[in-house]
């Protein structure tokens, strides 16, 4: 049986497992961005992945009023994936960055993972937690509803284009 620890992230002491992560996370969506919208999402944003990646930590590591939380998941000492909180409103906070290494998957750890970033959020307070989730991202889409969330109306704070709401999945759950 494999060791699984999730823990809340220390940008500065988990950067060499966290930088990683990002990138194969942000090079899989915009891959898959292209694919579904015919959209090389790079060139739009300019902006490769990697300084995507980069400015996504820098976001972590700056200070915010709304608290927040995030977690790296290792299964036996290796870096398996991560995902957080963050607050949107005082009562509304937003899940971001849920990203599974490939051969990490199956073995129930988004759903280790979920539970723990919705178990934070209540405990900073949250009454609801809101996330979007892109047409590509399928099994994403199965554990969300399996969690509770329905979809709803995009929200403020969202980080996606308002050029692609309409074929964006926005959810919500309360807490």
Do not use: C
């Not at 996370?25 to 300084?51: C, H, N, R």
């Not at 963050?86 to 280790?112: D, H, I, M, N, S």
């Amino acid at each position: 049986m494999p060791q699984i620890n999730i823990v809340e992230a220390d940008v500065y002491a988990h950067r060499a497992d966290l930088l990683p992560l990002f990138n194969e996370y942000i090079t899989w969506v915009f891959e898959q961005f292209e694919a579904s919208f015919g959209v090389d999402i790079q060139a739009q944003m300019k902006l490769t992945p990697a300084g995507f990646a980069e400015d996504a930590l820098a976001k972590l590591e700056a200070p915010s009023d709304l608290p927040g939380v995030f977690f790296i998941v290792a299964v036996d000492g290796a870096a398996a994936g991560m995902g957080g909180l963050r607050g949107l409103t005082p009562t509304a906070a937003e899940v971001k960055r849920v990203y599974l290494r490939p051969q990490f998957r199956g073995l129930r750890l988004g759903e280790a993972l979920l539970n723990r970033i919705l178990d934070s959020g209540k405990a900073l307070g949250y009454k609801s937690a809101q996330l979007d989730t892109a047409p590509y991202m399928q099994a994403a889409h199965r554990l969300y509803e399996r969690f509770g969330f329905t979809d709803r109306a995009p929200y403020e704070g969202v980080d996606v284009p308002p050029e692609y709401f309409e074929r964006w999945r926005f959810m919500e759950k309360v807490l």
